[in-house]
């Protein structure tokens, strides 16, 4: 039962981006379109997952005045992991998200759920805890892609749904992302009564 | 105590012999892509709609098809270099990429026999970003236009980013870079539409005035480099 609460959590009642309101800023930038924001979801999923599971491994040998640099060294490895291996086999995604790909380093949920969950949990609900983050993220990634595309470009994973003439630019600017992304937490916040406290 | 070192110098090994790893296992592959992308963006420069090409297709086209040359300033071809001799050196104040060669400048220059055009890069500032790109050149006249790609730039998406949308590259297509009386005459983007039948100007690009002079300024210098070999080769 505890596993299982580990891993939905936080895809709705404690997610990172509607509740906690982390990881904004690649929200943000990679949610153009919906294929980008697939891969940052599966590369972001993959290394919550895979630095939870690490640090979980070893927090008994991580002494706590050196654990933030311990943790920072685990998730760069896995981050410049994945960055070779986009440029490798999937070159032209790995040309559009750009920089977004170093910058995981810097997503406040990778950091955030090391520190505070992997550092004190065993190893199967750290391991399932960043499952469950990775996904909550690249949940809300999706969405919002996919409204950006649609209204943005008229595509959905570059298939064509409405005419070209519906286009609207606003969609495709960074404000376009703000409008999208505040209307998904409004809407969430007044279903499930979440108030801040 | 001791065991917080032996930690620290174990996990700082094995991540950095890892990465080493993985970078040299994978660095082959990485590079064949940044050569099959710059390819790719060669030859849709000169209008071949590459997205139906695999990589050997691009690879065999371009062994069959184009010639890469190294030209001085002067416009000569220097036959005993090739482009992988040159090194590129960016101005990142206006963007221009110069090529060197024992300090020596020269110019890259992709030849397509079969369509008869000439390929050369181009580069220089646009609002946020140094743009990239490629300008294709009809060698019956060394002045009609064959095309335009840009391939790199941090331009805002819309406005102008609109650099790299169609439209605004199929706007250059049949225009010249040779007045009536024979002298070098780059493409200007003017604000706005362009006069019809007008040889040397563009639509440019509503909302992106800086990011249109830019590719002015960047056409206006890069093909004064080559006009030395434009003479040469113009009868």
Redesign the interface.
Known sequence: MKNKRTFIDPLVDNNPITIQVLGICSALAVT?KVEQALVMTLALTFVVAMSNTIISL?RK???S??RI??QL??IS?LV??ID??L???M?EIS?SLSVFVSLIITNCIVMGRADAYAMQNNVKDSFLDGLGNGLGYGMILIIVAFFRELLGFGTVLDIRILPESMNN?LM??APGAFIILGLIIWAQRSITNYIED | MK??YV??LT??IV?SL??SL??KG?EE??NK??E??MKKNILSAIGIDVNSFSISDIDSYFSNNIDTLVINLEGDVIGKLSIDDLVQVENKQNGEVQYLYNNQEYLPLYNETEKKVIIIPISGKGLWSSLFGYFAVDTKDYSTVKGITFYRHGE???LGGEISATWFQENFIGKKIYSSNDSLQSITVIKGKAPENAQHQVDGISGATITSNGVTALLNRDLKRYEPYFVKNRK
């Open positions: 153009v070893f040998y991580i002494s005045s050196i640099i311990v060294t685990i490895t410049i992991l070779k291996i440029q490798a086999y070159y040309k630019g495709i600017l | 065991n917080k930690f620290i996990l700082t991540c890892l990465l993985a970078a994978l592959r990485k892509n940044i099959i992308d805002t998406p819309g």
